[in-house]
């Protein structure tokens, strides 16, 4: 099972808003770049929504950000 907290979920949501931004993208430039539509990425800015690993990878690949995972038990 993946848990992802409302605090997690908005700190992620707040870092590619601001990574975009700094980068001078529109969601609708952040979209095309990382194949998704502009309304996925207003969702997962917006942290209503939680992306999939295959979305956040992308978006995240997009923005030059790397994404960690830790598994625990």
């Known amino acids: 099972m993946v848990v992802i ?3 997690d979920l908005n700190k992620l949501a707040g870092t590619i808003a601001n990574r975009r931004k700094a980068l001078g993208m ?16 207003s969702y ?15 978006v995240l690949s997009a923005l ?7 598994v625990t038990e």
Do not use: C, F, H, Y
Not at 26 to 32: C, G
């Open 26 to 41: 529109s969601q609708e430039e952040l979209a095309e770049k990382s194949g998704i539509n502009q309304a996925t990425v």
């Open 5 to 7: 907290n409302t605090g």
């Open 44 to 58: 997962i800015e917006s942290g209503k929504r939680i992306p999939t690993l295959i979305n956040m990878v992308s």
């Open 64 to 70: 030059d950000l790397v994404l960690k995972i830790e």
